[in-house]
């Protein structure tokens, strides 16, 4: 099992960026994709979910309004939009695969079965 996370890097205050998330090697029909952060010196928190199959999405209340969940189905693939990033959105962002929770939606690090390496991103002017 693989995940790949990407599409981190340096952009300014105002600015968006898209993360991706490949997933090989897992069936991915009954399960929750989710997104983690890890801001420097701090402890890695839950972002977003979302279901693999119904699509439907979860977001950690300070994530909504600027922060989007997708999935493109045919590409085993999952999306993290972030708009209007703001200095402490810098974190390294990781991606998670959940098949214990057979959709669930859960903030639980515990509940994700499989982790991406994570992809870094700098908000700075």
């Known amino acids: 099992v693989q995940l790949q996370a990407s599409g981190g890097g340096m952009v300014h205050p105002g600015g968006s960026l898209t993360l991706s998330c490949v997933v090989s090697?897992?069936?991915?029909?009954?399960?929750?994709i989710g997104w983690f952060r890890q801001a420097p010196g701090k402890e890695r928190e839950f972002v977003a979910a979302?279901?693999?199959?119904?699509?439907?999405?979860y977001f950690d209340e300070s994530a909504k309004g600027r922060f989007t969940i997708s999935r493109e189905y045919a590409k085993n693939t999952g999306y993290l939009q972030i708009d209007a990033l703001k200095y402490e959105d810098t974190a390294i962002y990781y991606c998670?695969?959940?098949?214990?929770?057979?959709?669930?939606?859960?903030?639980?690090?515990?509940?994700?079965?499989?982790w991406g390496q994570g992809t870094l991103v700098t908000v700075s002017s």
């Open positions: 090697g897992f069936n991915l029909d009954h399960s929750l």
């Open positions: 979302i279901t693999w199959s119904g699509g439907r999405s």
């Open positions: 998670a695969a959940s098949d214990k929770s057979r959709g669930r939606a859960t903030r639980d690090e515990a509940d994700y079965d499989y």
